[in-house]
């Protein structure tokens, strides 16, 4: 059972990176009748999304916003012990991506670096795994750099997911000071769903083969190939239903903190339809969580810190003390910390 | 757990349809203003009526009303 506590390390800083190019709901027509494309907008909450070119990556976007970080807060690139990536678009599928952040970004060679391959919970994660490093001897600052570009998995013949998935990177600072107190963490897997958010092929179970890069038909008319995602919409809600509430509720008897403490609800941007009824199930106030989904859609492990990023410059939020954070997503896999976010530097957000 | 209280449930969720056009047999995912969305919409009506989390497949392998209140009766 993984819950678990960090006393005096913290995020110091937070930036993200979009892709310019925005893709408006709106014109789903060829994919989804006329008259329903509103009601969809309006339930799911996301009205455009951004989308990287062809040759940008999710590395790339990761890598501004770690520069906008680093710029914004005077790092001393020096100081810089650990780099950790978290993403399902990866450059490549062998080396991991993060030793080239490393260099690409200019940190010293003396920089432990590697992927995580995590969803939509993967923020949550790589906090925690973030918060484990910087409370050793010998880590004061790990950069976390979580990004996805999800429009590269996605059919555009698919209704269930085009609708909803965008691109983004981030980069958080995780840093080793008293000044933060103890934060929360817990962490969770139930592998009987990998199926509910999949790309089938094209890895090792089922290798790329050439049938299965045909383009076919299920039973709703969504034409993919076996190597986008097959994402079954109900059985994420029923998993979102089963477990993020409660986990929330599991934290916060952990911490021996109560609802009504909490200032803020960071969901994972998935769908405003679904995060609307956690925060109704837990009578927790809308006008405390804040979505940006509306803008960026869901990006995936990279939806928490962007929300952050848009949503929470001063003086939007003041309240920041006591703050929820629930990902979830394929694996399936769920994590949930409270942590303070009064110390921590937002900057604005970039566009590469 | 009536049958009489959760086809009114069930149809509470519908906008369009009127509320007359459902009974134990109606089969549901015919009507036209069913959408995966809508599938939604029942699950969480489902949770917050009956306290019941109901699976993607216990609704594809209901054909009417009546056979989603037995599985979720089932479950009570």
Redesign the interface.
Known sequence: MAFITYTGVGIKAIAACVPPKRIYNKNLGYLIPEE?IE??IN??GIKERREADKDVCSSDLCLKAAEKLILDCAIDKSTIDALIFISQTPDYRQPATAPSLQHRLGLPQTTLAFDINMACSGYVYGLSMAFAYASLAGINNVLLLVGETMSKTISKKDK?TTPLFGDAGTASLITKDAKFGTSYFTLNSDGEGADVLQIPYGGYRNPSCEERLKETSDE?GNILTGEQLHM????V??FG??VVPKSIKDILSFAESKIDDVDIILFHQANK??TD?FAK?LKFSLEKVPYSLQWYGNTSAASIPLNVVSEMQTPHYPQRKNVIMAGFGAGLSWGTCLLSLEQTKVSEIVEY | MELKKFIENFASQFDETEASVFNADTVFKSLDEWSSLMALSIMAMVDEEYNVSIKGNDIKNSKTMEDLYNVIKSKL
């Open positions: 329903e009601k969809t339930s799911i269930n709703a079954q919409g109900m059985d809600f029923n239903l089963r339809f679904m009824f199930k």
